[in-house]
Structure formats: structure tokens, C-alpha cells
């Protein structure tokens, strides 16, 4: 395949044309198609970003669930082939934003309280989970593609999304592959100067160094780590986790000993059982994952050099993110799907904002879901080399999230208030609900609110506040829009026309049906 990327001075995108200038960080825009071969490594990069969520959600499941060894091997592939299906179908019909869709930390806490009031073995357990997604998930499709999700557009200004941003790269700053007890902080550290090397100072050097930083970190740490291990200065009695996570010894034995391929398909655990109250608890987090995709979807559009996402747009996004959690339900994840944060940061880094490579790499997770020694190679990478991959990646994310800032008047005391508040209990609120140890402790406390308490000790609503009181980017997001569109301020002030003037319009962007239909040959008279 030739190399199709535009050179002009112009960078052709489906949401209008940007100057270089304007977009110089992009290597490769929207629209452009790189070789095959490059396209490839570069879409393996992208999922390597998002490895430790796609690793760690299905990890913890099984782990909750007492879920055996073979089919947590399974669990994991069939994250992969979810992936990579969601992947393609958001980047093809949904949005056609270059973002990966994957596995939500959104719905993992209200999914551990499933998994702790239901108290089953895992065959049972698994199957109210599916349920209770494909419930919720069908309010989300609804949400999505009835356009009622896509009218909050005109209320979500520079103000309210910068801090949901921010909090989205922030989230994970306390994750155990970063500031872990006894983290391998040399291997860490190593990791993470490969990275910020191959990027930042040899990108003007090597054009390989500048579009594969992350693949080539990576790379390096694990091998130097695979070195290290085989010479037997890691060890699992030295450098292994009191969790089983590895600090840099490198068990190869799991790759050598996964079956070559496994079985993975719909219903493969059974029919899914419905409970309504463990559907409510999943839609609260649904609903903390439609705002932080919101988040993802003005942030993939600010870095890779487009305007503000249109109303269509997000309507799509949302209801293929729909889409894509009920076929996780019936997969049998255990988990849903949403817009990936970590893959925004690949783009900053790199600049690759292609669709193509994002499809090349969902096609490619697609195949090796299928692969158990695949499988066994991405959970044999040592936490602290995710752990160095998520600071660069979310760091650039909270970045990204800031620089919307420059459409704002800091000048305004409103706006500085909201945005300083929203950022601020978006951090400390989560901190406060980390105390319980289930949502079960947090219902008990509710029951003794004064006057609500009745009403706070509810199952339904207890779980509902406790998801969203949990996650970082739905307690910002929420406190930030509701500031910013009660107190007193100007379009001009929060940003608002600033954007109306970025973004773009509603014909620019087309779904994949009506692109068919208008390159459709106009019809023959027959009288001719």
C-alpha cells in the first residue's frame, strides 16, 4: 500500500481542514493512511497504551469471582476481541473518531458490588453481570442515537470540559503501577526516560524514534527486564508483589505453557440473567462513562487538530459506546466499553491521529484475542513499566485538558472558581468514598442520614451515588456543568462563542451509510 499522507499545506480532515501550522504536532491526520506494514506497529502502539486497563479490569473480575485460572486466561482474550470489534465499529459507523474503544474502569465498582451482594460462584455471578449491562446499555443507545445525549453540546463549555479532561488524566495518579509499595522505581524510571527520550529528543533525529516511542520503551524495558530475570537478579521471591503483580521478574513460563488458541464466543458462559437493582447500579456507571467519553471525544478532537465535536457526532459516539456494552453483555466481559483516555495521549506524543492505524490495530487485537500466548505475553509486562506508561500517557491527557483553557477568560473570577472546585472535589470526593470498603458500608451510613436517610438507604440509590461519588471525572464534570450554567457569566467569558466558531459543522461530519449513499451514482433516465 502506498503511503497516502497529505503533504500539502493543509491537512485534510473530516471535520474541515486545519493548518499545519495550526495542527504541526500531526504526523499523520485523520484521513491519511499510512504503509500497512508501519500502520501495523503503530496501531499495536495504540493498544499498548491502554494494556494495564485491559489487563487489570478482567483481573480483577476473575479474581472477585474465584474464576479459574483457564477462564480467567479467557476472560482476558475476550476483552481483546470486544476491543476490537467496539474499535472498529466506533471508528468506522459511530463517531470515526481515531479512538480506541476497551474494558471501563466506570463500571468495575458497581460491578464489584454485584459481585459482592450476589455472593454466587463465578458461573452465576458472570451472568447477572451480563445482564445487568445489556440493561443498561440499551437506556445508553437510546440516549445516544434519539439525539437527547447530544443537545448537553450547548451547554458544555471550555469550562466544563477542561476540568472533566484534566480529571480523566489524573484519575489514575494514585494506581498501583505508579505509586505502589516497594515499585521497582529504577525500572520505572528507565521505562519512562525511554520514553520521553525516543519522543522528545530523538523524534527530530529519527523519524522511527518520534512515531514509535511507546512501542520502543516498552520494548526496551521488557527485554532489559526479560535479561535481567533470566541472569536471576529478578526473581519472583524479590520482585513480585504481595497482589501476584510482577516488579520486573518476568514469568515466560505463562507464555510457553498458553494454548495456542482459545475458544472465545457470544454467550459463551451461559444466558444472561436480568436484576433490576444490579441494572440500575451498572447505568449509574454508564452514566459516568458517557461523560467521561464526552471528555475523550472533545479531547481526541482538540489534539489531533480538529474542531469541537458536533452534535451528530456525539450522538454517534454515544450510541455505538451503546452498542459496543451490549455486545460486551453478551461476550460475557463482565465489564462494558467506552472511549479510551489512554490512546488520546498516544497521539499527543506521536502525532499519529489516523483512523486507519487505529483500525490496522483493532483488526490486529481482534486476531490475537484468539492467541493465549499473546494473552500470556501482555500480563507478563511488569507493572512498573505500565506504571511509567501511564504518566506519560495520562500526563499528556490532564495537558490536553488544560490547553482548552486558552478559548476561556481567566480574567473572570466565575471561571476560575468553577474550574478550581470542579477540580478539586473531582480528586477529593473519590478520596472520601475510597474509605468504604463496599457499597454496602457506604448504604449503612446513608441509612442514618438525618431526615434522607430513608431515602439515601436505599440499594438503588445508595449505589447510585456511590459510583458516581467514586469516579473522578463524573463528580467534576457534574459540579463543573452545573456551576457554569447557573452562575452569571457571557458566552464570551466561558468560551462558548470562541468554540461555536471552532466547531464543526453538522453536514461535515457524514456516517459511513450516508458517505455510501452520496458516492451513490446519480440514477439513469430511462427515456434516454
Known amino acids: 500500500m502506498t503511503d497516502q499522507r497529505d503533504t500539502s499545506d493543509e491537512l485534510r480532515t473530516d471535520g474541515g481542514d486545519v493548518s499545519r501550522e495550526e495542527a504541526s504536532f500531526v504526523e499523520y491526520g485523520i484521513e491519511d493512511k499510512p504503509p500497512l506494514g508501519e500502520s501495523i506497529f503503530l496501531g499495536v502502539q495504540h493498544y499498548l497504551t491502554m494494556i494495564g486497563a485491559t489487563v487489570a479490569i478482567p483481573l480483577i473480575l476473575a ?9 480467567t486466561a479467557r476472560l482476558v482474550g475476550t476483552f481483546f476481541v470486544v476491543s476490537g470489534v467496539a474499535t472498529l465499529a466506533q471508528t468506522t459507523i459511530g463517531n470515526r473518531y481515531p479512538i480506541v474503544q476497551g474494558g471501563t474502569f466506570a463500571l468495575l465498582a458497581p460491578a464489584i458490588a454485584i459481585i459482592l451482594a450476589h455472593g454466587g460462584p463465578w458461573e452465576t455471578t458472570i451472568l447477572q453481570l451480563q445482564g445487568a449491562i445489556i440493561a443498561a446499555a440499551l437506556i445508553q443507545v437510546v440516549l445516544g442515537y434519539s439525539g437527547l445525549l447530544g443537545k448537553l453540546k450547548y451547554y458544555l463549555s471550555p469550562v466544563v ?25 529504577w525500572l520505572l524510571g528507565l521505562t519512562l526516560f525511554l520514553i520521553i527520550l525516543f519522543s522528545q529528543y530523538l523524534d527530530q533525529y529519527s523519524r522511527y524514534a518520534k512515531l514509535f516511542p511507546v512501542l520502543l520503551g516498552i520494548a526496551t524495558a521488557w527485554i ?3 535479561i535481567l530475570t533470566a541472569a536471576g537478579i529478578y526473581t519472583q521471591e524479590t520482585h513480585v508483589a504481595e497482589d501476584g503483580s510482577s516488579l520486573g521478574y518476568i514469568d515466560t513460563s505463562l507464555i510457553a505453557e498458553a494454548p495456542l488458541v482459545q475458544p472465545i464466543y457470544p454467550l459463551q458462559w451461559g444466558i444472561p440473567e436480568f436484576t433490576l437493582a444490579f441494572a440500575i447500579g451498572i447505568f449509574a456507571g454508564v452514566v459516568a462513562s458517557m461523560v467521561e467519553s464526552i471528555g475523550d471525544y472533545y479531547a481526541v478532537a482538540r489534539i489531533s487538530g480538529l474542531g469541537a465535536p458536533s452534535e451528530k457526532r456525539i450522538n454517534h459516539g454515544i450510541g455505538m459506546e451503546g452498542l459496543g456494552n451490549i455486545f460486551a453483555g453478551i461476550m460475557g466481559t463482565g465489564n462494558g466499553s467506552t472511549s479510551y483516555g489512554e490512546n488520546i495521549g498516544a497521539i499527543g506524543i506521536t502525532g499519529v491521529a489516523s483512523r486507519y492505524v487505529v483500525q490496522i490495530g483493532a483488526i490486529v487485537m481482534l486476531i490475537v484475542g484468539f492467541l493465549g500466548p499473546f494473552g500470556a505475553l501482555i500480563v507478563s509486562i511488569p507493572s512498573p513499566i505500565v506504571g511509567a506508561l501511564y504518566i506519560a500517557m495520562f500526563g499528556q491527557i490532564a495537558a490536553v485538558g488544560l490547553s482548552n483553557l486558552k478559548f476561556v477568560d ?14 478539586f472535589l473531582g480528586l477529593a470526593l473519590p478520596n472520601y468514598f475510597a474509605n468504604f470498603e463496599s457499597p454496602g458500608d457506604f448504604q449503612a451510613l446513608a441509612e442514618g442520614a438525618a431526615v434522607i436517610g430513608p431515602v439515601l438507604g436505599q440499594q438503588v440509590v445508595s449505589d447510585t451515588i456511590f459510583v458516581i461519588g467514586s469516579t473522578t471525572m463524573a463528580v467534576g464534570g457534574l459540579i463543573a456543568f452545573i456551576l457554569d450554567n447557573t452562575v452569571s457569566g457571557s458566552r464570551e467569558e466561558r468560551g462558548l462563542a470562541q468554540w461555536e466558531d471552532l466547531s464543526e459543522d453538522e453536514s461535515e461530519f457524514q456516517t459511513v451509510f450516508e458517505r455510501f449513499r452520496s458516492d451513490e451514482p446519480a440514477p439513469v433516465d430511462s427515456a434516454d
Open 63 to 71: 479474581g472477585l469471582m474465584e474464576m479459574p485460572p483457564a477462564e
Open 224 to 226: 532489559l527486564a526479560g
Open 410 to 423: 481567566l480574567d473572570a473570577s466565575r471561571n476560575v472558581f468553577i474550574i478550581g472546585i470542579a477540580l
Open 161 to 185: 470540559i477542561a476540568p472533566v479532561i484534566v480529571l480523566i488524566g489524573l484519575s489514575l495518579v494514585d494506581v498501583g503501577d505508579v505509586t505502589r509499595v516497594g515499585q521497582n522505581w
